[in-house]
């Protein structure tokens, strides 16, 4: 179970990402970025999994060991899974030809997404724009794209461009599904990649 799914390992000295390697029975086998600086086996220990299928899962337990970028949980107490499907984010770097809504119109607008959820992205550009501003876009998902409409609601400045964090409005279940299948992909992807380095 979990296998491959990216997860945050917590102890007293703070957080370290990584995935999980094997979960059987009450063992939780991690392979994190850095090992917790300090801890000892039996020091507490929390652990948050994103699950493909399950979403967000808590476990709360004790430290097993630590070896070479590998930590073991021993898990006293399960959480009840968080089914937000919208929260988790990943990395996704494409380019669309967007429309600003405007009073007099629509705008041509160049944009390029950095990173995407299934209830929000953030794009960059090079023109400015404001908290409330929308841009309606076609997304490049695959060989086909989904039609966004994306409300500012961040506004970051940039050396050359500026950031916006965006939720998306109307969307439809089918829509939402999709962002969701690529964001899940994009994860495991990255899992993959990562643990064919290790």
């Keep these: 179970m979990h296998e491959l799914a990216l997860c945050r390992l917590g102890t007293k000295t703070g957080e370290v990402e990584g995935h999980v390697r094997t979960f059987e029975g009450d063992l939780l086998v991690l392979e994190v970025d850095e090992l917790p600086e300090g801890r000892e086996i039996g020091d507490a220990a ?3 999994v994103l699950d493909p299928v399950r979403g967000r899962c808590p476990y709360v337990g004790l430290l097993g060991g630590m070896t070479d970028g590998e930590v073991r949980v021993v898990v006293l107490e399960r959480g009840e899974p968080n089914q937000r499907r919208s929260a988790a984010r990943a990395f996704y770097r494409v380019s669309a030809l967007g429309k600003l809504e405007t009073a007099g119109g629509t705008q041509a607008l160049p944009v390029t997404v950095v990173d995407v959820s ?11 724009l404001h908290r409330g501003d929308v841009v309606r876009f076609p997304m490049p998902v695959g060989d086909e794209s989904v039609d966004l409409v994306a409300r500012v609601l961040r506004v970051e400045e940039g ?6 964090g965006c939720d998306l409005l109307e969307l439809d279940e089918r829509t939402r599904e999709r962002l969701f299948r690529l964001v899940l992909s994009l994860h495991r992807a990255w899992a993959r990649e990562r643990a064919a380095r290790h």
């Design 118 to 128: 299934a209830s929000g992205v953030r794009f960059v550009t090079r023109r400015l």
């Design 46 to 48: 929390t652990v948050t």
């Design 159 to 164: 050396q050359h461009e500026w950031r916006y």
